[in-house]
Protein backbone atom coordinates (compact mmCIF):
# COMPACT_ATOMS: atom_id res chain seq x y z
CA UNK A 1 0.00 0.00 0.00
CA UNK A 2 1.03 3.30 -0.97
CA UNK A 3 0.47 6.59 0.33
CA UNK A 4 -2.56 8.06 -0.71
CA UNK A 5 -2.44 11.25 -3.28
CA UNK A 6 -5.85 12.63 -1.11
CA UNK A 7 -6.58 13.46 1.63
CA UNK A 8 -10.39 14.12 2.43
CA UNK A 9 -11.15 16.56 5.65
CA UNK A 10 -14.70 17.06 6.66
CA UNK A 11 -15.56 16.11 3.25
CA UNK A 12 -13.33 18.58 1.35
CA UNK A 13 -10.66 16.86 -0.55
CA UNK A 14 -7.03 18.18 -0.72
CA UNK A 15 -4.18 17.17 -2.76
CA UNK A 16 -0.67 17.05 -0.64
CA UNK A 17 0.26 20.41 -2.22
CA UNK A 18 -3.12 22.08 -1.01
CA UNK A 19 -2.84 20.42 2.45
CA UNK A 20 0.43 21.14 3.22
CA UNK A 21 -0.58 24.69 3.07
CA UNK A 22 -3.93 24.35 5.35
CA UNK A 23 -2.58 25.81 8.35
CA UNK A 24 -2.80 29.42 7.74
CA UNK A 25 -5.87 28.74 6.12
CA UNK A 26 -7.16 26.65 8.59
CA UNK A 27 -5.95 29.39 11.35
CA UNK A 28 -7.93 32.20 9.75
CA UNK A 29 -11.24 30.27 9.06
CA UNK A 30 -11.41 28.36 12.87
CA UNK A 31 -8.96 30.70 14.87
CA UNK A 32 -4.74 30.28 15.34
CA UNK A 33 -5.96 27.89 18.83
CA UNK A 34 -8.47 26.20 16.93
CA UNK A 35 -8.05 22.14 16.96
CA UNK A 36 -8.08 22.47 13.04
CA UNK A 37 -5.18 24.73 13.28
CA UNK A 38 -3.67 22.18 15.12
CA UNK A 39 -4.53 19.71 12.44
CA UNK A 40 -3.22 22.03 9.35
CA UNK A 41 -0.21 22.47 11.59
CA UNK A 42 0.87 18.98 12.01
CA UNK A 43 0.27 18.54 8.25
CA UNK A 44 2.59 21.13 7.08
CA UNK A 45 4.70 18.85 9.31
CA UNK A 46 3.81 15.86 7.76
CA UNK A 47 4.30 17.35 3.95
CA UNK A 48 7.44 19.18 4.59
CA UNK A 49 10.98 17.59 3.31
CA UNK A 50 12.34 16.56 6.78
CA UNK A 51 11.78 12.71 7.09
CA UNK A 52 11.41 13.06 11.11
CA UNK A 53 8.52 14.44 12.85
CA UNK A 54 8.25 15.26 16.73
CA UNK A 55 5.96 13.16 18.79
CA UNK A 56 5.00 14.13 22.67
CA UNK A 57 4.90 10.67 25.07
CA UNK A 58 2.04 10.66 27.84
CA UNK A 59 3.95 11.51 30.98
CA UNK A 60 1.43 8.64 32.64
CA UNK A 61 4.49 8.02 35.38
CA UNK A 62 6.75 10.84 34.99
CA UNK A 63 7.72 13.82 33.34
CA UNK A 64 6.01 13.96 28.91
CA UNK A 65 9.35 13.56 26.94
CA UNK A 66 9.54 14.77 22.87
CA UNK A 67 10.62 12.20 20.57
CA UNK A 68 11.63 12.41 16.81
CA UNK A 69 10.10 9.59 14.88
CA UNK A 70 10.65 9.01 10.71
CA UNK A 71 7.81 9.34 9.36
CA UNK A 72 8.33 6.22 7.04
CA UNK A 73 7.87 4.29 10.22
CA UNK A 74 4.53 6.02 11.16
CA UNK A 75 3.70 5.03 7.39
CA UNK A 76 4.44 1.57 8.34
CA UNK A 77 2.46 1.26 11.38
CA UNK A 78 -0.51 3.35 9.92
CA UNK A 79 -0.61 0.18 7.00
CA UNK A 80 -0.53 -2.59 9.71
CA UNK A 81 -3.62 -1.18 11.56
CA UNK A 82 -5.69 -0.45 8.16
CA UNK A 83 -4.65 -4.06 7.08
CA UNK A 84 -5.92 -5.83 10.08
CA UNK A 85 -8.86 -3.86 10.10
CA UNK A 86 -9.49 -3.61 6.53
CA UNK A 87 -10.05 -0.28 5.82
CA UNK A 88 -10.38 0.84 2.61
CA UNK A 89 -10.34 4.08 0.35
CA UNK A 90 -13.48 6.12 1.05
CA UNK A 91 -13.77 5.15 4.44
CA UNK A 92 -14.27 7.48 7.37
CA UNK A 93 -12.39 8.06 10.56
CA UNK A 94 -12.76 9.83 13.08
CA UNK A 95 -10.33 12.07 14.34
CA UNK A 96 -11.03 13.29 18.20
CA UNK A 97 -7.44 12.97 19.83
CA UNK A 98 -5.01 15.69 20.60
CA UNK A 99 -2.58 16.20 18.04
CA UNK A 100 0.80 16.31 20.27
CA UNK A 101 0.70 12.81 20.93
CA UNK A 102 1.14 9.57 18.80
CA UNK A 103 -2.65 8.36 19.29
CA UNK A 104 -3.99 11.56 17.47
CA UNK A 105 -1.05 11.77 14.73
CA UNK A 106 -1.31 8.40 13.56
CA UNK A 107 -5.36 8.88 13.13
CA UNK A 108 -4.23 10.88 10.77
CA UNK A 109 -1.72 9.41 9.24
CA UNK A 110 -3.86 6.29 8.86
CA UNK A 111 -6.28 8.40 6.27
CA UNK A 112 -3.31 9.70 4.42
CA UNK A 113 -2.27 6.50 3.94
CA UNK A 114 -5.68 4.57 2.56
CA UNK A 115 -7.66 7.55 1.29
CA UNK A 116 -9.74 7.53 4.63
CA UNK A 117 -12.48 10.58 5.11
CA UNK A 118 -11.08 12.24 8.28
CA UNK A 119 -14.31 13.42 10.64
CA UNK A 120 -12.64 16.04 13.10
CA UNK A 121 -14.09 16.96 16.46
CA UNK A 122 -12.11 19.10 19.00
CA UNK A 123 -10.94 16.25 21.44
CA UNK A 124 -13.55 16.33 24.20
CA UNK A 125 -15.39 14.47 26.78
CA UNK A 126 -18.42 13.60 24.56
CA UNK A 127 -16.52 13.66 20.76
CA UNK A 128 -19.84 11.57 19.75
CA UNK A 129 -22.33 14.56 20.88
CA UNK A 130 -22.61 16.62 17.47
CA UNK A 131 -21.70 14.22 14.58
CA UNK A 132 -24.23 13.28 12.06
CA UNK A 133 -22.31 11.04 9.80
CA UNK A 134 -21.01 7.92 11.71
CA UNK A 135 -17.48 6.82 11.12
CA UNK A 136 -16.38 3.54 10.21
CA UNK A 137 -13.41 3.51 12.23
CA UNK A 138 -12.63 5.49 15.52
CA UNK A 139 -9.83 5.51 18.18
CA UNK A 140 -10.86 6.69 21.64
CA UNK A 141 -9.43 6.91 25.18
CA UNK A 142 -11.59 5.00 28.05
CA UNK A 143 -13.07 8.03 29.45
CA UNK A 144 -14.46 8.94 26.03
CA UNK A 145 -16.20 5.93 25.45
CA UNK A 146 -17.42 5.59 29.01
CA UNK A 147 -18.80 9.19 28.89
CA UNK A 148 -20.89 8.40 25.51
CA UNK A 149 -22.03 4.71 26.97
CA UNK A 150 -23.98 7.37 29.98
CA UNK A 151 -26.33 9.21 26.88
CA UNK A 152 -28.81 7.07 25.04
CA UNK A 153 -27.81 8.92 21.56
CA UNK A 154 -24.13 8.67 21.81
CA UNK A 155 -24.41 5.25 23.31
CA UNK A 156 -26.53 4.50 19.48
CA UNK A 157 -23.59 6.35 17.47
CA UNK A 158 -20.79 4.66 19.40
CA UNK A 159 -22.78 1.09 18.52
CA UNK A 160 -22.86 1.99 14.90
CA UNK A 161 -18.77 2.48 14.63
CA UNK A 162 -17.44 -0.27 12.23
CA UNK A 163 -14.25 -0.38 14.03
CA UNK A 164 -13.61 1.42 17.69
CA UNK A 165 -10.57 0.74 19.17
CA UNK A 166 -9.88 2.08 22.86
CA UNK A 167 -6.45 2.84 24.32
CA UNK A 168 -4.73 5.07 26.52
CA UNK A 169 -5.69 3.14 29.71
CA UNK A 170 -7.17 0.43 31.25
CA UNK A 171 -10.84 -0.86 30.33
CA UNK A 172 -12.51 -1.93 34.00
CA UNK A 173 -14.78 -4.60 33.70
CA UNK A 174 -17.99 -2.30 33.75
CA UNK A 175 -17.36 -1.18 31.13
CA UNK A 176 -15.87 -4.57 28.66
CA UNK A 177 -19.17 -5.71 29.91
CA UNK A 178 -21.18 -3.11 28.42
CA UNK A 179 -19.14 -3.25 25.06
CA UNK A 180 -19.55 -6.78 24.62
CA UNK A 181 -22.95 -6.94 23.43
CA UNK A 182 -22.27 -4.35 20.34
CA UNK A 183 -22.99 -5.75 16.84
CA UNK A 184 -19.61 -3.96 15.28
CA UNK A 185 -15.71 -4.77 16.49
CA UNK A 186 -14.62 -3.14 19.38
CA UNK A 187 -10.87 -3.49 20.28
CA UNK A 188 -8.48 -2.76 22.86
CA UNK A 189 -5.25 -1.77 21.94
CA UNK A 190 -1.11 -1.79 23.46
CA UNK A 191 1.38 0.15 22.43
CA UNK A 192 3.16 3.62 23.42
CA UNK A 193 4.63 6.25 21.94
CA UNK A 194 8.00 4.68 20.62
CA UNK A 195 6.03 1.63 19.07
CA UNK A 196 4.23 4.31 16.80
CA UNK A 197 0.80 3.64 18.63
CA UNK A 198 -0.09 -0.33 18.89
CA UNK A 199 1.56 -3.42 18.52
CA UNK A 200 -1.21 -6.25 19.17
CA UNK A 201 -5.19 -5.73 19.81
CA UNK A 202 -7.62 -7.77 21.77
CA UNK A 203 -11.42 -8.21 20.80
CA UNK A 204 -13.30 -7.23 23.38
CA UNK A 205 -16.92 -8.46 22.09
CA UNK A 206 -18.37 -11.05 19.92
CA UNK A 207 -17.34 -14.50 19.66
CA UNK A 208 -13.34 -13.56 19.35
CA UNK A 209 -13.60 -11.65 23.05
CA UNK A 210 -10.78 -12.28 25.11
CA UNK A 211 -8.15 -10.98 27.66
CA UNK A 212 -5.32 -11.82 25.70
CA UNK A 213 -3.81 -9.00 23.06
CA UNK A 214 -2.40 -10.88 19.84
CA UNK A 215 0.47 -9.22 18.21
CA UNK A 216 1.16 -8.02 14.73
CA UNK A 217 2.70 -10.67 12.91
CA UNK A 218 5.73 -8.58 12.12
CA UNK A 219 6.08 -8.40 16.06
CA UNK A 220 8.12 -10.71 18.21
CA UNK A 221 7.68 -10.13 22.29
CA UNK A 222 9.21 -11.86 25.34
CA UNK A 223 9.83 -11.36 28.85
CA UNK A 224 12.84 -9.74 30.74
CA UNK A 225 14.00 -10.98 34.47
CA UNK A 226 11.99 -8.96 36.17
CA UNK A 227 8.92 -10.44 34.02
CA UNK A 228 8.48 -6.98 31.86
CA UNK A 229 7.20 -6.98 28.19
CA UNK A 230 10.25 -6.74 25.92
CA UNK A 231 8.71 -5.65 22.04
CA UNK A 232 10.87 -6.24 19.06
CA UNK A 233 8.78 -4.39 15.82
CA UNK A 234 11.60 -3.29 13.34
CA UNK A 235 9.19 -1.98 11.36
CA UNK A 236 8.04 0.88 13.69
CA UNK A 237 11.36 1.28 15.71
CA UNK A 238 15.43 -0.43 15.07
CA UNK A 239 15.36 -1.09 18.58
CA UNK A 240 14.51 -3.68 20.96
CA UNK A 241 11.88 -2.32 23.64
CA UNK A 242 12.36 -2.90 27.65
CA UNK A 243 8.40 -1.96 28.67
CA UNK A 244 7.84 -1.50 32.30
CA UNK A 245 4.52 -3.41 31.81
CA UNK A 246 5.00 -7.07 33.69
CA UNK A 247 2.84 -9.59 31.16
CA UNK A 248 2.72 -13.04 30.80
CA UNK A 249 1.83 -15.47 27.70
CA UNK A 250 -0.20 -18.30 26.99
CA UNK A 251 0.54 -20.57 25.11
CA UNK A 252 -0.92 -19.31 21.76
CA UNK A 253 1.54 -16.50 21.64
CA UNK A 254 -0.39 -14.07 23.09
CA UNK A 255 -0.29 -11.55 26.14
CA UNK A 256 -1.95 -9.96 29.05
CA UNK A 257 -0.43 -7.08 31.44
CA UNK A 258 -0.84 -7.34 34.61
CA UNK A 259 0.30 -4.30 35.61
CA UNK A 260 3.67 -1.56 35.31
CA UNK A 261 6.55 -2.36 37.13
CA UNK A 262 6.80 1.16 38.35
CA UNK A 263 3.36 0.71 39.90
CA UNK A 264 4.22 -1.73 42.00
CA UNK A 265 3.99 -0.65 46.14
CA UNK A 266 6.53 -2.44 48.11
CA UNK A 267 4.70 -2.10 51.76
CA UNK A 268 6.41 -4.31 54.59
CA UNK A 269 7.97 -6.47 52.71
CA UNK A 270 4.85 -7.58 50.18
CA UNK A 271 4.44 -6.52 46.91
CA UNK A 272 1.05 -4.68 45.37
CA UNK A 273 0.44 -3.42 42.44
CA UNK A 274 -1.82 -0.46 42.00
CA UNK A 275 -3.51 -1.82 39.07
CA UNK A 276 -4.65 -5.04 40.62
CA UNK A 277 -6.12 -3.51 43.76
CA UNK A 278 -7.98 -0.63 41.23
CA UNK A 279 -9.08 -3.23 39.51
CA UNK A 280 -10.84 -5.14 42.70
CA UNK A 281 -11.83 -1.50 43.41
CA UNK A 282 -14.16 -1.15 40.24
CA UNK A 283 -16.51 -3.78 41.76
CA UNK A 284 -18.13 -1.71 44.37
CA UNK A 285 -17.08 1.64 43.51
CA UNK A 286 -17.75 4.02 40.55
CA UNK A 287 -15.62 4.50 37.69
CA UNK A 288 -13.12 7.76 37.32
CA UNK A 289 -13.82 8.48 41.57
CA UNK A 290 -10.50 7.02 43.03
CA UNK A 291 -7.00 6.22 42.16
CA UNK A 292 -4.15 4.27 44.19
CA UNK A 293 -0.70 5.30 45.16
CA UNK A 294 1.36 5.60 47.55
CA UNK A 295 3.51 7.66 50.38
CA UNK A 296 7.36 6.76 51.87
CA UNK A 297 7.06 5.28 55.62
CA UNK A 298 9.68 4.29 58.40
CA UNK A 299 8.21 0.95 59.25
CA UNK A 300 6.16 -0.39 56.36
CA UNK A 301 8.48 1.27 53.40
CA UNK A 302 5.83 2.33 51.77
CA UNK A 303 2.04 3.26 52.84
CA UNK A 304 -0.90 2.27 50.16
CA UNK A 305 -2.91 5.89 49.82
CA UNK A 306 -6.18 6.44 48.20
CA UNK A 307 -6.93 9.69 46.33
CA UNK A 308 -10.94 9.74 46.04
CA UNK A 309 -12.87 12.77 44.17
CA UNK A 310 -15.99 12.61 45.76
CA UNK A 311 -17.51 11.72 48.89
CA UNK A 312 -18.51 8.09 49.52
CA UNK A 313 -18.85 5.21 51.89
CA UNK A 314 -15.30 3.26 50.61
CA UNK A 315 -15.80 0.69 53.73
CA UNK A 316 -17.32 -1.73 51.94
CA UNK A 317 -14.68 -2.03 49.28
CA UNK A 318 -11.90 -1.74 51.05
CA UNK A 319 -12.84 -4.53 53.25
CA UNK A 320 -13.26 -6.60 50.50
CA UNK A 321 -9.60 -6.08 49.68
CA UNK A 322 -6.45 -8.39 50.76
CA UNK A 323 -4.79 -6.91 53.91
CA UNK A 324 -1.84 -6.03 52.70
CA UNK A 325 -3.62 -4.26 50.20
CA UNK A 326 -5.83 -1.92 52.54
CA UNK A 327 -5.39 1.84 52.13
CA UNK A 328 -3.87 3.31 55.26
CA UNK A 329 -5.28 6.97 54.09
CA UNK A 330 -7.78 8.04 52.16
CA UNK A 331 -7.70 11.47 50.73
CA UNK A 332 -10.86 13.60 49.36
CA UNK A 333 -9.26 15.89 46.44
CA UNK A 334 -11.57 18.09 43.97
CA UNK A 335 -10.13 15.75 40.88
CA UNK A 336 -8.23 13.22 40.19
CA UNK A 337 -4.80 14.18 38.39
CA UNK A 338 -4.60 13.04 34.76
CA UNK A 339 -2.35 13.20 31.86
CA UNK A 340 -3.15 15.22 28.69
CA UNK A 341 -4.43 11.43 26.58
CA UNK A 342 -6.64 11.05 30.21
CA UNK A 343 -4.74 8.39 31.94
CA UNK A 344 -4.43 8.27 35.51
CA UNK A 345 -1.19 10.98 35.86
CA UNK A 346 0.79 8.75 39.04
CA UNK A 347 3.76 11.00 39.09
CA UNK A 348 1.09 14.11 40.34
CA UNK A 349 -1.15 11.56 42.61
CA UNK A 350 2.58 10.45 44.39
CA UNK A 351 3.42 14.06 45.12
CA UNK A 352 -0.26 15.20 46.02
CA UNK A 353 -0.13 12.36 48.14
CA UNK A 354 2.87 13.34 49.81
CA UNK A 355 2.21 16.79 50.21
CA UNK A 356 -1.16 15.78 52.26
CA UNK A 357 0.09 13.02 54.98
Known amino acids: MIMHPNITINGKTYTAEKASLLKDRFASEYGKDSFMASLGGFLAEW??????????????????????????????????????LGLKAGDSALLCMPLPYIAGKMVVVRSIIAGLNLIVVTPCGH?????????????????????????????????????????????????????????NAVW???????????????????????????PFDNVSLSLSDEGTLIISAPSVNPETLITND?????????????????????????KVQIEQVEE????????????????????????????ISRKMNTDNAINN????????HIILIPVLPLTGTGKPDRA?????AAGMI
Open 47 to 84: YNDSPLLKVHTSGSTGTPKELWVEKERMMNSARLTVSF
Open 321 to 328: LPPYWRPK
Open 280 to 307: KLSHYLPEGSYMITSVPDAKFGEKIVML
Open 188 to 214: STYGMTETLSHIALRRLNGSDASEWYT
Open 127 to 183: PLQDITEIPDFAAMIPMQVFNSLQHPEERKKLMQIRHLIIGGGAIDKNMAKELKSFP
Open 246 to 270: IAEFNDKGQFRILGRKDNTINTGGV
Open 348 to 352: KAKAI
